[in-house]
C-alpha cells in the first residue's frame, strides 16, 4: 500500500500483521529498549516493528542499520541526511525513508478505516472541509472520510514539524482532495510572530481495513 503512495527514491516498508498475536521486542538496542520498557507488550511490540521497518529501510538507502531514538515530541532522530517517518495502528506497521537532500520531511500515517466520533471531527474539521466531507459521504459512504481527514492531517504534521519546529493544530491546515488519490494540505502556522503558509502534498489509499497517507515537503 504504502509503496504506491511516496514519491520516486523513497524507500516503503510496511507490515501487515496483528501485533498483538506476534512478533516481539527482540532486535531493540539497549537505549531503544529502554523507551519502551515500561510500556504494555503490545506497545513495544509496534515499537519495535517499526524500528526494525526503519532500519531495514536505512539499509536500503544505503545507510547503517543505527539505532533510531525518539526526539523532539517523540519524532524519530534519524542519522544525518536521512529523513523519515513511523507509523503504526492495529494490524499495520510501516516506514518511509529517503534522502535529506531530495525532501525536507516525510510524514506517514496509518488509521483504520472507520468512522470519527463526531465530537472528534467537530475538533479537527474546518467549515469548508465539513462541506466536503458531507459531498464525497453521499457519494462514496464505503470511504471512512472523516477518518480520512484526521489522517491526512497526522501525516502532514509529521512532514510539517521537522521542518517548522511547531505543531499548527488542526486546524492550522485546510485539506483538499483531488479527484484521484491526491491531497495538498495548506497549512498556517501563527504560533510566532509571522504567519508561516506552505502548501504539503500527498497521497492516500483505502484498503484492507485501512486507512494509509504518506505527505512529503
Do not use: N
Not at 529498549?33 to 516493528?49: C, D, H, I, K, Y
Not at 466536503?132 to 504534521?157: H, I, M, Q
Amino acid at each position: 500500500m504504502l509503496a504506491g503512495l511516496v514519491p520516486a527514491g523513497v524507500v516503503a516498508r510496511e507490515l501487515v500483521a496483528d501485533l498483538r498475536l506476534q512478533g516481539d521486542d527482540s532486535g531493540l538496542s539497549p537505549d531503544e529498549a529502554a523507551v519502551v520498557a515500561a510500556a504494555v507488550p503490545r506497545r513495544r511490540r509496534q515499537f519495535a516493528a517499526g524500528r526494525r521497518l526503519a532500519r531495514e529501510a536505512l539499509v536500503d538507502l544505503g545507510r547503517a542499520p543505527v539505532p533510531i531514538l525518539p526526539g523532539a515530541r517523540g519524532a524519530p532522530t534519524w542519522p544525518v541526511g536521512v529523513v523519515g517517518s513511523v507509523t503504526h495502528c492495529d494490524g499495520y506497521v510501516a516506514a518511509a525513508l529517503g534522502e535529506a537532500s531530495r525532501w525536507r520531511a516525510l510524514g506517514i500515517d496509518a488509521e483504520p478505516a472507520a468512522a470519527l466520533p463526531p465530537t472528534v471531527l467537530a475538533r479537527i474539521a474546518s467549515a469548508t472541509e465539513r462541506t466536503w466531507l458531507a459531498e464525497r459521504s453521499a457519494a462514496r459512504p464505503e470511504v471512512a472520510w472523516d477518518r480520512l481527514l484526521f489522517c491526512v492531517k497526522e501525516a502532514v504534521f509529521k512532514a510539517w514539524f521537522p521542518v517548522h519546529g511547531t505543531s499548527p493544530g488542526f486546524r492550522g491546515a485546510e485539506v483538499r482532495l483531488d479527484d484521484g488519490d491526491g491531497f495538498v494540505a495548506t497549512v498556517t502556522d501563527g504560533s510566532s510572530a509571522s504567519v508561516v503558509r506552505a502548501e504539503v502534498p500527498g497521497r492516500w489509499v483505502q484498503a484492507r481495513g485501512l486507512l494509509v497517507c504518506a505527505a512529503w515537503s
